[in-house]
């Protein structure tokens, strides 16, 4: 068989997709090899009790499936993948299929994003490999093989299924010989049945994520962060020397939909009071930080607020990767990007700091940093105190590391500067009923930053762990500024925050949820507020 393989290799049979495409024409009725990639995230059912956690849903139907249940011997939930099962002879014939798929067909058809015209090309030439080869299948085996052969060149080999679970936040791959872990949605941090075993294997597949970012992982250059052209973004290392078990990479699974105000509060991150309070905030151009630990859901926060920028506004974002999605008109969304070159050069690259620098030139009303670190900070500071309005995320646990790590190197800004910011939106994990929840844990309002570097802070909100409710005090120093700057009377801004509440709560009991319907809202109650409390019958 392999000298058939390699007689055929020689011939060099580069097939263009369209040209194969329009050659057999007429032929489909022959391909049989479908994959439902319309299902939708199924149910999962509440447990009460975890030790009886015995269920499964297809992501890759009807191929591949997920098997969540109870491990008795390590005392947790397991994430099992369940895929066709090859014997030795069908093992061996993938194996001399993979081969010639590699050396015959033109794998820049991969660029075509269309996975339907993928599979079709993939299976006719499947189908004429098969024949020049003299290999015949039975329907189930061949459509197994199919399945292997889809997720190893198409997909993304083991992790496919996971690439497939809408119900997975983060994958994690700490090396060989150690389980993949997830962050399930449901179930939090949980081991999975996959593991790379072999070294080469593990490298191979660094090195496809890593083109599959647009990226280039080496041994010179053996970091990488990029973003899959779905959105997810990824980290990976390549070599030993970095991370003592091999290549690692970690995803963060690119979400669907932006999550709406409406969505944050039914999932019990924050309250209507705490909406109500920052979208008077936002309106009034306040300054916001959102702080929180990794993952612990700071940049699904700040898309969230800015949401409830006035619709006109003009809008400029600066990320690493791209994750804010907005749909306000006048916004620009830009992304930074690293460099090529040897040697500790950078040609080509465009820094968060660059692009920042940038924006200010561009008059916005809004700018949003999507995480600072360094430098960046002391642009975005900067441009806040020339009177843009901005909105950042910040890696941090509470207001006193924030002011640290502000007036510290790399950023050294000086009290006065820090005092700019007005509102910092505290984020965690929490455990609710023994549940893993987010929570706004505390909205805190900068009153003074000494020199010394203390804050003086008033806390209008804050989540009470005990009874898991938000604690709501009817004093915000934001609400006075806002009075002060803008000729507001008190009582009028009191009374625009208990019908924005009384709105956020009527929109979330009628199950209007979604980003898109939620902004629809917010604009059409910038352009005529009356109409809108009309139709829910505010007034
Ligand atoms: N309030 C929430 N409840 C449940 N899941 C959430 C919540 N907020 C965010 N998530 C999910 O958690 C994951 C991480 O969210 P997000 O990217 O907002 O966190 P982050 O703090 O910005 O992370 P990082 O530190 O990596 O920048 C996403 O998959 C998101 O959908
Ligand atoms: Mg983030």
Same mark, same amino acid.
């Given at each position: 068989?392999?000298?058939?393989?390699?007689?055929?290799?020689?011939?060099?049979?580069?097939?263009?997709?369209?040209?194969?495409?329009?050659?057999?024409?007429? @032929?489909?009725?022959?391909?049989?090899?479908?994959?439902?990639?319309?299902?939708?995230?199924?149910?999962?059912?509440?447990?009460?009790?975890?030790?009886?956690?015995?269920?499964?849903?297809?992501?890759?139907? =009807?191929?591949?499936?997920?098997?969540?249940?109870?491990?008795?011997?390590?005392?947790?939930?397991?994430?099992?993948?369940?895929?066709?099962?090859?014997?030795?002879?069908?093992?061996?014939?993938?194996?001399?299929?993979?081969?010639?798929?590699?050396?015959?067909?033109?794998?820049?058809?991969?660029?075509?994003?269309?996975?339907?015209?993928?599979?079709?090309?993939?299976?006719?030439?499947?189908?004429?490999?098969?024949?020049?080869?003299?290999?015949?299948?039975?329907?189930?085996?061949?459509?197994?093989?199919?399945?292997?052969?889809?997720?190893?060149?198409?997909?993304?080999?083991?992790?496919?299924?996971?690439?497939?679970?809408?119900?997975?936040?983060?994958?994690?791959?700490?090396?060989?010989?150690?389980?993949?872990?997830?962050?399930?949605?449901?179930?939090?941090?949980?081991?999975?049945?996959?593991?790379?075993?072999?070294?080469?294997?593990?490298?191979?597949?660094?090195?496809?994520?890593?083109?599959?970012?647009?990226?280039?992982?080496?041994?010179?250059?053996?970091?990488?962060?990029?973003?899959?052209?779905?959105?997810?973004?990824?980290?990976?290392?390549?070599?030993?020397?970095?991370?003592?078990?091999?290549?690692?990479?970690?995803?963060?699974?690119?979400?669907?939909?932006?999550?709406?105000?409406?969505?944050?509060?039914?999932?019990?991150?924050?309250?209507?009071?705490?909406?109500?309070?920052?979208?008077?905030?936002?309106?009034?151009?306040?300054?916001?930080?959102?702080?929180?630990?990794?993952?612990?859901?700071?940049?699904?926060?700040?898309?969230?607020?800015?949401?409830?920028?006035?619709?006109?506004?003009?809008?400029?974002?600066?990320?690493?990767?791209?994750?804010?999605?907005?749909?306000? !008109?006048?916004?620009? =969304?830009?992304?930074?990007?690293?460099?090529?070159?040897?040697?500790?050069?950078?040609?080509?690259?465009?820094?968060?700091?660059?692009?920042?620098?940038?924006?200010?030139?561009?008059?916005?009303?809004?700018?949003?940093?999507?995480?600072?670190?360094?430098?960046?900070?002391?642009?975005?500071? @900067?441009?806040?105190?020339?009177?843009?309005?901005?909105?950042?995320?910040?890696?941090?646990?509470?207001?006193?590391?924030?002011?640290?790590?502000?007036?510290?190197?790399?950023?050294?800004?000086? =009290?006065?500067?820090?005092?700019?910011?007005?509102?910092?939106?505290?984020?965690?994990?929490?455990?609710?009923?023994?549940?893993?929840?987010?929570?706004?844990?505390?909205?805190?309002?900068?009153?003074?930053?000494?020199?010394?570097?203390?804050?003086?802070?008033?806390? =209008?909100?804050?989540?009470?762990?005990?009874?898991?409710?938000?604690?709501?005090?009817?004093?915000?120093?934001?609400?006075?500024?806002?009075?002060?700057?803008?000729?507001?009377?008190?009582? !009028?801004?009191?009374?625009?925050?208990?019908?924005?509440?009384?709105?956020?709560?009527?929109?979330?009991?009628?199950?209007?949820?979604?980003?898109?319907?939620?902004?629809?809202?917010?604009?059409?109650?910038?352009?005529?507020?009356?109409?809108?409390?009309?139709?829910?019958?505010?007034?």
């Amino acid at each position: 068989m392999l000298d058939k393989l390699n007689s055929l290799f020689k011939r060099k049979k580069i097939i263009d997709v369209d040209e194969k495409i329009k050659k057999t024409n007429g @032929q489909n009725e022959q391909l049989i090899f479908k994959i439902d990639f319309s299902s939708q995230k199924p149910e999962l059912p509440e447990i009460e009790d975890q030790t009886k956690l015995d269920f499964r849903y297809g992501v890759i139907i =009807p191929f591949a499936y997920i098997h969540l249940s109870w491990d008795d011997v390590h005392n947790e939930i397991v994430y099992g993948v369940e895929e066709p099962i090859l014997d030795v002879h069908e093992k061996e014939i993938l194996n001399t299929l993979e081969q010639g798929v590699q050396e015959l067909i033109d794998i820049s058809f991969v660029n075509v994003d269309q996975k339907e015209v993928l599979i079709e090309y993939l299976e006719k030439n499947i189908r004429i490999l098969l024949k020049e080869l003299g290999i015949e299948l039975n329907r189930n085996s061949y459509l197994k093989l199919m399945y292997y052969i889809y997720r190893d060149f198409i997909g993304m080999n083991k992790i496919e299924p996971l690439m497939n679970d809408q119900y997975i936040e983060d994958i994690e791959c700490n090396g060989i010989k150690t389980p993949l872990y997830i962050v399930h949605r449901k179930f939090g941090n949980i081991r999975t049945n996959i593991v790379y075993d072999d070294f080469d294997e593990l490298t191979g597949f660094v090195e496809k994520l890593s083109q599959k970012c647009g990226k280039y992982i080496s041994y010179a250059n053996p970091i990488m962060d990029g973003r899959l052209p779905d959105g997810s973004r990824v980290n990976a290392t390549y070599t030993e020397d970095v991370t003592s078990k091999g290549p690692t990479f970690s995803i963060r699974m690119f979400t669907r939909e932006a999550w709406s105000p409406v969505k944050l509060m039914q999932v019990g991150t924050v309250s209507a009071e705490i909406l109500a309070y920052l979208w008077i905030a936002v309106e009034h151009g306040t300054n916001i930080l959102v702080v929180g630990g990794t993952g612990s859901g700071k940049t699904t926060i700040i898309n969230c607020i800015a949401s409830f920028i006035k619709p006109e506004a003009r809008i400029v974002s600066i990320e690493d990767t791209k994750e804010i999605r907005l749909m306000h !008109e006048n916004w620009l =969304p830009s992304v930074a990007r690293s460099g090529t070159g040897v040697g500790g050069e950078n040609i080509g690259e465009i820094t968060l700091f660059d692009l920042l620098k940038a924006s200010f030139r561009q008059r916005p009303d809004y700018v949003i940093v999507g995480e600072i670190r360094g430098q960046e900070a002391n642009v975005l500071f @900067q441009g806040m105190a020339s009177g843009h309005s901005g909105l950042s995320t910040m890696h941090a646990d509470d207001v006193k590391t924030v002011i640290r790590r502000l007036e510290t190197p790399p950023i050294n800004l000086s =009290p006065s500067l820090v005092e700019i910011l007005d509102i910092v939106c505290l984020v965690s994990y929490a455990k609710v009923k023994n549940r893993d929840a987010r929570k706004v844990r505390a909205i805190q309002e900068i009153i003074k930053v000494s020199g010394s570097g203390e804050a003086e802070v008033n806390t =209008p909100f804050q989540w009470d762990p005990r009874r898991n409710i938000f604690m709501f005090k009817r004093d915000s120093v934001v609400f006075n500024k806002i009075v002060q700057k803008k000729g507001i009377t008190f009582d !009028e801004l009191q009374k625009e925050f208990e019908i924005r509440r009384s709105l956020l709560n009527f929109i979330y009991k009628k199950g209007i949820i979604e980003f898109e319907d939620v902004q629809s809202i917010i604009n059409q109650y910038y352009k005529n507020k009356n109409t809108v409390l009309k139709r829910f019958g505010l007034i």
